[in-house]
Nanobody
C-alpha cells in the first residue's frame, strides 16, 4: 500500500522541541521532493519546509524553509529508513497546527504547489 504516515506530534511547552517523522511505504522517498506543511485552526495551509530528491546521495539534497521557521526547524532524510524528519526547536505558540507531509511524485525538485500525495497529519500543540 502506497502511503505517507506522519508521527511525532504532541503537546510541548514554548521553547521546547519535537521531531516529526514522515515514513513512506510502497515507494522510495529518496526519488521525490518531500514537503512539510501545516494548517492552524482558521488559517490556510502553508508550506513549512521542503527537501529535494537526493537520488541516493546523503549529502546533496536541497532544503527550503519558510521565513517563520528558518533557524528553528531542520528537515532531513534517512534514506535507509525511507523517512523524512522535521526537527522543530524553540517552538512558539504560533507553531501550533496540524502538520502534514506530502510528496511530489513527478519530480525531485521542491515546488509546494505540485505536491499532491499527502499523509493524514499529526497535531502539534505548543502551550504552557
Amino acid at each position: 500500500q502506497v502511503q505517507l504516515v506522519e508521527s511525532g506530534g504532541g503537546l510541548v511547552q514554548p521553547g521546547g522541541s519535537l521531531r516529526l517523522s514522515c515514513a513512506a511505504s510502497g515507494f522510495t522517498l529518496d526519488y521525490y521532493a518531500i514537503g512539510w506543511f501545516r494548517q492552524a485552526p482558521g488559517k490556510e495551509r502553508e508550506g513549512v519546509s521542503c527537501v529535494s530528491s537526493s537520488d541516493g546521495s546523503t549529502y546533496y539534497a536541497d532544503t527550503y524553509y519558510a521565513d517563520s521557521v528558518k533557524g528553528r526547524f531542520t528537515i532531513s532524510r534517512d534514506n535507509a529508513k525511507n523517512t523524512v524528519y522535521l526537527q522543530m526547536n524553540s517552538l512558539k505558540p504560533e507553531d501550533t497546527a496540524v502538520y502534514y507531509c506530502a510528496a511530489d511524485l513527478l519530480r525531485g525538485s521542491c515546488n509546494y504547489g505540485a505536491m499532491d500525495f499527502w499523509g493524514k497529519g499529526t497535531l502539534v500543540t505548543v502551550s504552557s
